[in-house]
């Protein structure tokens, strides 16, 4: 073969391998670069592994009211992120609901407003170098699940075109953000509250093959659903989704007579306060501390890798702040320490609420701040 026929061949050779580079779609170039993926047990970031550390984040002033469809426009505000970068947090957990995107009613038309809304806080997030967990928080209908079943809520259960609108809005949103790397995840459900685990299961892969008919950047979050056992007793399962980009999740408020005493939402025969670490609870013969907390992270992060090894998150924890500390702070450190030791990420519930007595909120939008809270992350973080 002739010198010239080696250069020609080597010409195209070199002229075919720039093509390939520079029409090479803008999704897999960013697929390979830019977004968080999964990878056997971790989350990877541009090769390097990623450590989720971060908080929840939501307005208040709209998520958990059935008639209130659109977002407050001065609850999530530029500021938060600037904070929360500088505390050396990497995530926030956005909770959501579909009908902030979707009208319930004729025409189920798109509501642009919200879209808006989350567009802005995608690029403050983008700015100060925030990952976000697109949590969809409250399902079509607007009525909170958080595990309890009730009449209310049993509507999405019962109403295929009620889940079938669910599935919509997650298509919406994989359409329109899919290339958008700033967007860490998509949590596709908050704590379903069914027994009808198949049906859950059913909501959970139908809610995957929306998604990934626009978007095959994001990783998928999977909370457990729950399920009825032989002896009439109930437990948690994961839905089995086949898709190789799946992060399960567990929250952890264990024990919730002391992290959650005092809750307004929650029927408690407490008499007393209740401290951390040292408590020991009626029928129980161990005490609450640093090592029952690990043990119980590591049961739950098992059960969540029983069939397979998913990288595994603590989506949500926190403890009710009241005037007078009874270990909290002990707590909060504690749970973070556990899931550090386990190669768990971890998201606090939550920063942003009304009150800083009486709730899990860590500031105000009044900008009050509890600081020493602040600082357990900021060291956890660091």
Not at 33 to 45: E, I, P, T
Not at 54 to 62: A, F, K, L, P, Q
Not at 260 to 286: E, H, M, R, V
Not at 316 to 334: A, K, S, V
Request: charged fraction near 20%.
């Amino acid at each position: 073969m002739s010198l010239k026929n080696d250069q020609r061949i080597i010409a195209s050779v070199l002229t075919t391998c720039l093509l390939c580079l520079f029409l090479t779609p803008p999704s897999q170039a960013a697929e390979q670069n830019d977004f968080v993926r999964v990878s056997g047990q971790d989350l990877m970031l541009k090769n390097e592994k990623f450590n989720i550390k971060g908080v929840n984040h939501m307005d208040m002033d709209s998520l958990w009211y059935t008639d209130r469809f659109e977002p407050a426009d001065d609850w999530i505000t530029e500021n938060d992120f600037i904070l929360l970068k500088n505390l050396g947090l990497n995530t926030v957990r956005l909770p959501l609901k579909s009908d902030y995107f979707q009208s319930p009613g004729p025409s189920y038309a798109w509501r642009e407003s919200s879209f808006v809304w989350l567009d802005e806080i995608i690029g403050w997030a983008d700015k100060h170098g925030i990952y976000l967990i697109l949590d969809m928080h409250i399902p079509t209908g607007g009525v909170y699940q958080d595990y309890q079943i009730h009449p209310a809520n049993q509507i999405f259960w019962q109403d295929d075109w009620m889940r079938g609108r669910f599935v919509d809005v997650w298509r919406e949103i994989a359409k329109r953000y899919a290339q958008r790397p700033g967007i860490l995840a998509y949590d596709l459900m908050n704590e379903p509250a069914t027994l009808d685990f198949d049906k859950y299961q059913k909501l959970m892969r139908s809610t995957a093959r929306a998604i990934r008919e626009h978007d095959v950047n994001h990783a998928l979050i999977i909370q457990p659903g729950m399920y009825v056992k032989p002896d009439q007793s109930w437990d948690f399962a994961y839905p089995q989704i086949p898709d190789p980009q799946i992060i399960r999740s567990v929250h952890y408020y264990l024990p919730t007579e002391f992290s959650l005493q005092g809750a307004s939402w929650l029927a408690s025969n407490a008499t007393q306060t209740l401290f951390y670490p040292g408590l020991t609870l009626p029928g129980q013969d161990f005490t609450w501390d640093d090592q029952e907390i690990l043990k119980n992270l590591k049961s739950l992060k098992a059960k969540a890798q029983a069939d397979a090894p998913h990288p595994v998150i603590m989506s949500e924890f926190g403890t009710i702040f009241t005037d007078r500390r009874h270990g909290q702070l002990f707590w909060i450190n504690d749970a973070i320490r556990a899931a550090a030791q386990l190669d768990m990420g971890w998201i606090y519930w939550y920063f942003k609420g009304p009150s800083l007595t009486g709730t899990l909120s860590i500031t105000t939008n009044n900008m009050e701040v509890n600081w020493p809270a602040l600082h357990v992350l900021r060291r956890a973080a660091k």
